[in-house]
């Protein structure tokens, strides 16, 4: 693995850097990439009437966005590590502000769904290696979780202020703006990442430089075309079934793809995915856990939408106020609590009853009437739990996902966690799609009423939602190492080498983590211990459920 470089300008001293700033613009950037996922969502409808855009060929506005964003976030990732993920980040910013730019002037159905593919490959380099930069810039244990906080906020609560935020600009003003509005945002996050971010390029000397920096072109290819025909066939069963034909070749081609990639890892001198890195329990534990969880979170957010918008007849801007105690209840708990908490307790103890609370939301949506709903009694009870149970789970799942990175995996790792967001997301919500319109057309064909059948498939799709948060609960119990409280770590100030859980796994591959951040990068001491997929939203697969 490449060493960080310590090597400043010649004649030139390095510069001190503040985390909280740079914290902050990396969280401007991420929520930026969060809200483009669901902003345009609400805006579908008036695209499809400016441009003219079949039923069929709309569906290709959010598409084009999943898998370029889900195929790249992993190549994305391992870029970072090698070539510095300040510089990726960056680059990602511009390419996403560019491609914004295009979105807004867009006359056409082709220049759009290019442009919004520009934008999820953009999407994915900033996503990628964001969180690798957060663990950089904390070293003390009490301080990475309230940035875990910070960060995992950003992440949950950024979707429903996207949906808000859409209603707001589309009925305002027109749907160009929810693409304009982000020009004068990543330009001044492009600007102030180059100015508040260390540089954390890796040092090229010696024999070990160049080869270190050499990307392993033929591993790049098999992964991203398997997750990208992987995210496609997922999306394309609202159109064609699980049991087609078109379905079944795609996943087939996508797993022969993959495990082409895992073979060549395995042999490769200089490896994309150093498989290695799932040797860690909470690594891997946390990315399946984190699956099941992101399938259940975007499960709620695209059926709670739809049972707003098709039963309780609420518009885009109405869904948008009713989801909002969610994101500020999640804000709540993961910028107050979730770093007490996971102080106090540990990661694994706080996450495993959120698990559990999360999964009793859903049997409390389960529960909503088709007809005669009161939101105060039949759905903000629902909501909470879920702003509380997401808000304590996200940064615990963080913090044991990340805990076992090194400086020079951390981007990689990062990007496996936001892929594993992705998939979970998009299979998860096919899954609970394809199950609620299946029980929808089987109620309307026994002679129900269509709010009645709406109603009972998205109950169905809620139970099953519950079963995957308690699979997760119980996995999370068997597969991940309890990590210890922060109060329990020794030497934990920053700069003074305190031992994380995941001890001094950083020093193993002989790379240390600097404590102070300065322009050579990085923060010294232990080893770091501490992801979105943006969801289609409510008009997406309207047609289908």
């Not at 890892?265 to 891997?284: E, G, H, I, K, M």
């Amino acid at each position: 693995m490449p060493a960080l470089s310590q090597r400043p300008p010649q004649n030139a001293t390095p510069r001190a850097y503040s985390p909280g700033a740079a914290l902050a613009v990396l969280s401007v950037g991420t929520l930026m990439i969060i809200l483009d996922g669901t902003i345009v969502t609400v805006a579908l409808p008036s695209i499809q009437r400016d441009l003219d855009f079949s039923p069929s060929s709309l569906a290709w506005v959010v598409n084009a966005y999943l898998i370029a964003f889900g195929g790249l976030l992993l190549l994305s990732g391992r870029l970072g590590d090698l070539f510095g993920r300040r510089r990726i980040l960056v680059g990602g910013l511009a390419a996403f502000t560019g491609a914004s730019l295009l979105c807004g002037i867009a006359n056409s159905a082709g220049l759009l769904i290019a442009a919004r593919f520009v934008q999820g490959a953009a999407g994915a380099m900033v996503s990628a290696v964001s969180l690798g930069m957060v663990i950089a810039l904390y070293s003390e244990p009490r301080g990475r979780a309230r940035a875990m906080g910070v960060y995992s906020f950003v992440q949950s609560a950024g979707g429903t202020l996207g949906l808000l935020a859409g209603g707001i600009l589309t009925q305002a003003l027109n749907w160009h703006w929810i693409f304009i509005v982000n020009l004068p945002i990543g330009a001044a996050a492009a600007v102030l990442s180059v100015r508040l971010l260390p540089d954390d390029r890796p040092a090229t000397t010696g024999r070990r430089g160049p080869g270190a920096r050499r990307v392993d072109a033929s591993g790049a290819a098999l992964v991203t075309a398997a997750l990208m025909l992987g995210v496609y066939t997922i999306v394309k069963t609202a159109d064609r079934g699980w049991t087609s034909g078109a379905t079944a070749g795609g996943g087939a081609l996508s797993l022969v793809l993959l495990a082409a990639f895992l073979l060549r890892q395995q042999r490769a001198a200089q490896p994309l995915l150093p498989l290695r890195v799932f040797r860690s329990r909470n690594v891997t534990g946390a990315n399946i856990v984190l699956m099941l969880m992101i399938a259940g979170a975007f499960g709620f957010q695209f059926m709670t939408s739809l049972y707003l918008q098709r039963v309780l007849g609420y518009d885009p801007l109405k869904i948008g106020l009713a989801l909002a105690p969610v994101g500020l209840v999640i804000g709540v708990m993961s910028l107050v609590l979730s770093a007490r908490l996971g102080a106090r307790f540990g990661p694994r103890t706080v996450l495993l009853p959120s698990l559990l609370l999360f999964g009793a939301g859903f049997l409390l949506l389960a529960r909503a009437p088709s007809a005669h709903a009161s939101y105060a009694t039949d759905l903000l009870p629902a909501l909470l739990v879920f702003g509380a149970s997401f808000g304590l789970a996200m940064p615990a799942l963080m913090t044991l996902g990340m805990s076992d990175a090194t400086p020079a995996d951390s981007g990689l790792i990062s990007g496996v966690f936001n892929t594993a967001q992705q998939i979970g997301g998009a299979l998860g919500l096919a899954v609970l799609a394809t199950l609620a319109a299946t029980r929808t057309a089987h109620r309307t064909a026994a002679g129900a009423a269509l709010p009645d059948a709406l109603t009972s498939g998205y109950h169905l799709a809620f139970v099953i939602a519950a079963g995957l948060l308690g699979t997760a609960a119980l996995l999370a119990a068997v597969l991940l190492r309890p990590g210890r409280p922060a109060a329990a770590v020794t030497g934990g100030s920053a700069g003074t080498g305190g031992e994380s859980e995941a001890g001094t796994a950083g020093e193993a591959d002989g790379v240390s983590e600097p404590g102070t951040v300065s322009e050579t990068g990085g923060v010294s001491g232990s080893s770091a211990s501490p992801g979105s997929r943006p969801a289609p939203g409510p008009t997406d697969r309207t047609a289908s459920v």
